[in-house]
């Protein structure tokens, strides 16, 4: 006997990853490889490194 799951886990995970939004860091740096995000008064600094992470800094 194979057990269901209700329908609340079967739903794709993409579904609720569609609602998050998305937003490319090569476009929020121009191309760059920084870029300063405000949060309220604080500024962050983000950065792609040669290895193609991303840092986030204060």
Known sequence: MTATRPSEFTRPATSILAR???????ELTRGGNQAMILLDDQVYQLRITRAGKLILTK
Not at 20 to 26: E, M, S, Y
Request: avoid cysteine; charged fraction near 15%.
């Open 20 to 26: 998050i939004p998305q937003h490319d860091a090569t």
